[in-house]
């Protein structure tokens, strides 16, 4: 699989804005994407970015994407309780549709 | 929206037993299926991508003849962990790619201990 690297723990007080950091190898991946795991439970989708682009906004979510980097980020604004979870990032190959996800980061919304 | 469903969510067996678990896209059709296993606290291992009608293509260190995998119909694919041990407890993922999408639907996975 693809390396794709995430800081494992982020801390941050209720109405702050949450940044999560995520970063690549691979350069052939189509999209990325966020998804959020709450405690037992599945994967949730939260947003992704085509990888033409810069960014992308979806409502308190804004996914930055730089390519040359390699560095994609989920801010998350105004961070509610609700927000607590696991935050992975993923990338789609270009051949053969998997996905390659990151280590997770681990986010605790402190109120 | 998409559902993705897997059966069931959680299964306790004993040591040298096999399981199987199924994953079923209920609202659409998946020509590609994929599985994951989630250790505790850690990121999802993409085990296998299954794809309708054909043998699956297992990831690098994954046992395909430990993890059979099949993917009969457009709507559902089976992980039968054979001969399971203690080490092969973990959350089994699986998620779902329509034709022609670019998203991925995850099931709610399930929860394998083997005692």
């Known amino acids: 699989g693809e390396d794709v690297e995430q800081s494992l723990f982020l801390s941050v007080r209720e109405g702050d804005s949450s940044v999560i950091n995520c970063t690549y190898t691979?350069?052939?991946?189509?999209?990325l994407y966020w998804y959020k795991q709450e405690p037992g439970a599945g994967l949730q989708l939260l947003t992704y970015?085509?990888?033409?682009?810069d960014m992308k906004q979806d409502q308190r979510l804004t996914v930055l994407l730089n390519k040359k980097d390699k560095h994609l980020s989920l801010r998350i604004a105004d961070t509610q309780t609700g927000d607590s979870a696991i935050y992975f990032c993923?990338?789609?190959?270009?051949?053969?549709?998997?996905?390659?996800f990151g280590t997770g980061t681990s986010l605790t919304v402190i109120p | 929206g998409a559902v993705v469903s897997q059966h069931p969510s959680r299964v306790i067996c004993k040591s040298g037993t096999s399981v199987k678990i199924e994953c079923r896209s209920l609202d659409f059709q998946a020509t590609t299926m994929f599985w994951y296993r989630q250790f505790p606290k850690k990121s999802l291992m993409l085990m296998a991508t299954?794809?309708?009608?054909?043998?699956?293509?297992?990831e690098q260190g994954v046992e395909k003849d430990k993890f059979l995998i099949n993917h009969a119909s457009l709507t559902l694919s089976t992980l039968t962990v054979t001969s399971a041990h203690p080490e092969d407890s973990s959350f089994y993922i699986c998620s779902a790619v329509g034709t022609g999408s670019y998203e991925q639907y995850f099931g709610p996975g399930t929860r394998l201990t083997v005692t």
């Open positions: 299954s794809n309708e009608g054909s043998k699956a293509t297992y």
């Open positions: 691979d350069s052939s991946s189509t999209y």
């Open positions: 970015i085509f990888s033409n682009m």
């Open positions: 993923a990338e789609r190959m270009n051949t053969g549709n998997q996905f390659y």
